[in-house]
């Protein structure tokens, strides 16, 4: 990877160290693939032919796979940058927060913005919901590639640093009996969670309703694998045409709500929790702004409407799944809060969302504290670090706070 003659993107110096008010484990954030993920992981015949990063004729850095070229590195890797310079283009490697892509670096941001534990979604490579390998054309390499990313996020990402990384994995989605084995493969090593396209239909695979995707959520629930949806895994909201790009990625962004309660009304009204009642689904970036909504409103189709005649199960509602299957993830939701009886204080989970636009680093812990710090200290403990821990069954620091 030779550097082209192009203007660097500069970066802020490092923050300060945060002030550590609570333990905080962050149940959405990203990481940056670096160039070496599928180095020397993939059966000799096909090395070659596995994703690579190349330059662009602008000299920065993009994805390759199969002779064409995929997300351009830093789409969004916001932290550690000025706002004037985040725009909708690649960067170089170089030109990133060296915490969005080396794990040593990671870490080290960690604990610059208090973060105690992290789970990390892919970002450019993959697909939010790990769906790029399934289209590939040949497909013994897509399924050789995408047991290569999850190795490379277990030993590399993982390893190194096990109560800091909650291993996150993706699976094989053209096959469901072979993504099953592929669940129960990284759950054997000690993967606590899977990403799963939010809305697969939309992605030209078989939608939630068609009984496709049994053999994974059966493994999910079988093995504690949390599936994780996170808004826009299948594409973001559709938009009229003539909206321009500052605007459209202004209204997509706001539209955020809108796909996280499309998503999990599909889920919960495909009966899959109810088929599987042991299965955990966290709705990730969403917000939690819509979810007592969506309780009042199905609470309501059952009970007074008529229209919940196909609820598939006499022995619970809606509601009760909703509370029972599924966790909703916020940055802040100042406003909708209060709300969180409804919902369930036990149901809900922070995030910093680092590095995407949204982060609230190197501030996490002072956004915490602004908006959430008045409350019961139990509750505090639950959002910030006690429901993450319980769910993705993973280790906390011998010293909690508060």
């Known amino acids: 990877m030779t550097a082209s003659i192009r203007t660097p993107i500069p970066l802020l110096p490092d923050p300060e160290p945060c002030e550590l008010k609570y333990t905080f484990i962050s149940v959405d954030d990203h990481l940056v693939e670096p160039p070496e993920v599928f180095e020397g992981r993939l059966p ?195 938009l009229a045409d003539d909206v321009d790009m500052p605007t459209r990625m202004a209204l997509s962004a706001t539209l955020f709500g809108q796909l996280a309660v499309g998503a999990c009304a599909e889920w919960l009204w495909s009966g899959l929790p109810v088929k599987f009642p042991e299965v955990k689904i966290s709705m990730a970036e969403g917000g939690i702004g819509w979810v007592a909504m969506l309780l009042d409103r199905v609470d309501n189709i059952m009970h007074r409407s008529g229209y919940g005649r196909a609820w598939p199960d006499s022995n619970t ?37 680092y590095p995407h636009g949204d982060t609230t680093w190197p501030n996490t812990q002072d956004v915490i504290d602004r908006f959430y710090g008045e409350l019961p200290v139990d509750e505090i403990r639950a959002m910030t670090h006690g429901n993450a821990a319980a769910l993705y069954r993973h280790p906390l620091p011998d010293r909690i706070i508060p």
């Not at 939630?208 to 059966?218: A, C, K, N, Q, R």
């Not at 999910?220 to 808004?231: D, Q, R």
């Open 44 to 238: 000799r015949a096909l090395q070659e032919h596995a994703p690579k990063v190349v330059e662009d004729d602008s000299g920065a850095h993009i994805w390759e796979f199969e002779g064409r070229r995929y997300h351009p590195v830093g789409f969004d890797a916001a932290a550690g940058r000025k706002p004037e310079t985040v725009k909708v283009a690649p960067a170089r490697f170089e030109e990133l927060r060296p915490g969005t892509w080396r794990i040593e670096d990671r870490i080290r941001d960690m604990d610059l913005g208090g973060v105690w534990a992290s789970l990390n979604f892919p970002s450019q490579v993959t697909g939010f919901g790990g769906s790029l390998f399934a289209s590939a054309k040949d497909q013994k390499l897509g399924l050789e590639v995408t047991r290569a990313y999850n190795d490379w996020i277990y030993e590399g990402w993982h390893l190194p640093y096990p109560d800091r990384i909650i291993p996150l994995g993706i699976t094989w989605l053209q096959d469901p009996e072979l993504g099953a084995a592929e669940v129960r493969r990284n759950a054997a090593r000690g993967f606590k969670a899977l990403t799963l396209p939010d809305r697969p239909h939309l992605m030209g695979f078989p939608s939630v309703f068609s009984g496709f995707w049994d053999p994974i959520v059966e493994a999910c629930a079988e093995t504690g694998t949390v599936i994780n949806l996170h808004v826009g895994s299948s594409g973001h909201a559709v």
């Open 317 to 353: 509602t809606p509601p009760e799944v909703l509370k029972r299957n599924f966790w909703f993830c916020t940055i802040d939701d100042p406003s909708t809060i209060s709300t969180r009886y409804t919902i369930g204080v036990e149901n809900i989970m922070l995030e910093s969302d």
